[in-house]
């Protein structure tokens, strides 16, 4: 059955490619952005979830003028998802960066919890493995990329993901609340595809990204399967797609692009080097948008 989603962020390059995928799966969603969505059958509320006055109202209206036809108040929300960030440096100063991202995620948290909705799910990033936003050439520690890594970002927006993460264990700990994290991977929407011949013709330029990437809708069925599936608690998921952004299989590809780690355990002949076998193994995820289906093979 559908559920009731409060989707922040709802607005932006992933939100509008998730929140379609998650009302064809016949939930309901209303979406909290400071700009609206033109989607129909999605409302947008505007708020500010910096504030936390704002982001505690939000979470407990209605979805639209239909909830007034029951004369009982706002049903009870089954689930919120949180998108809503400042989504890289450079944007804004670094401090409002952190500030942004860290007290949003603080504020929309605590609401959920203490408003008594049992799942939780954040957009962390592929950003806290500490490669993209580094001053300087750094390298991973090793490969496979997976959930149980040192994170160890020094920007401040991958920075107030690790951050957020911790903010979502503390929360997941004090409530007993499902709160899963999802380190998503380079956003590419259905039209950017033909970026990839020249990311393939340039290996360097998508070691920030670690040869990775997740299609915008796959990443709306990771949101869906994480919306039902129960009983995690606190959990930290790679999201991204199956296989490197690259013709050549991966072992061979890392070690003449990143020839200074090591590769640690087991990666299949084309992996992505983030893994995402914990996406597949745990929430049944099957990818459906391999980005070989969209770029001719030279
Ligand atoms: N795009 C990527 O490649 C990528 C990769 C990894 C993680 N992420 C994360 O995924 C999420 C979505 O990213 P995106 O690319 O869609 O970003 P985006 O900037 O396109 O969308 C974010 C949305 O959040 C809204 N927002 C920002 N601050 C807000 C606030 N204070 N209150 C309410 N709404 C606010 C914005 O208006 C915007 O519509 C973000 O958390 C981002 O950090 C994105």
Redesign the pocket.
């Known amino acids: 059955m559908g559920k009731r989603i409060i989707f922040?962020?709802?607005?932006?390059?992933?939100?509008?490619h998730v929140v379609p995928y998650l009302l064809e799966r016949g939930h309901q969603v209303l979406n909290?952005?400071?700009?609206p969505?033109d989607h129909p059958g999605v409302n947008t509320l505007a708020?500010?979830?910096?504030?936390s006055g704002?982001a505690f109202n939000a979470l407990s209206m209605h979805f639209g003028f239909d909830g007034l036809e029951t004369g009982r108040g706002p049903a009870p929300v089954d689930a919120v998802v949180?998108?809503?960030?400042?989504?890289?440096i450079l944007?804004r100063p670094d401090n409002v960066t952190f500030a942004?991202?860290t007290v949003?995620t603080y504020n929309v948290i605590e609401a959920a919890v203490k408003l008594g909705i049992r799942k939780i799910v954040?957009?962390?990033?592929?950003?806290t493995y500490g490669v993209c936003f580094a001053e300087g050439d750094k390298d991973y520690h090793s490969f496979p990329l997976t959930e149980d890594y040192d994170v160890d970002p020094m920007d401040s927006?991958g920075l107030s993901?690790v951050v957020n993460e911790k903010t979502a264990r503390a929360f997941a700990m004090r409530s007993g609340a499902d709160i899963y994290a999802?380190?998503?991977?380079?956003?590419?929407e259905p039209h950017e595809y033909d970026r990839f011949p020249a990311f393939i013709a340039d290996p360097p330029s998508r070691k920030r990204n670690a040869w990775s990437y997740?299609d915008a809708r796959d990443l709306g069925q990771i949101v869906h399967r994480c919306v039902e599936t129960d009983g995690l608690g606190f959990q930290v998921f790679n999201a991204v797609n199956d296989t490197i952004t690259a013709w050549e299989p991966t072992r061979p590809f890392l070690e003449r692009w990143a020839p200074r780690t090591p590769i640690t355990a087991e990666i299949g002949e084309f992996d992505a080097p983030i893994s995402n076998r914990k996406i597949r193994d745990v929430l049944g995820f099957r990818e459906e948008h391999d980005w070989r289906r969209y770029v001719p093979k030279p």
Request: glycine share 10%.
């Open positions: 922040t962020g709802g607005s932006g390059k992933a939100g509008r909290i952005d400071l700009v969505l708020a500010d979830l910096t504030d704002q949180h998108f809503a960030a400042v989504p890289r944007i942004a991202n949003s954040i957009a962390s990033s592929e950003t927006y993901k999802l380190r998503i991977g380079n956003v590419i997740i």
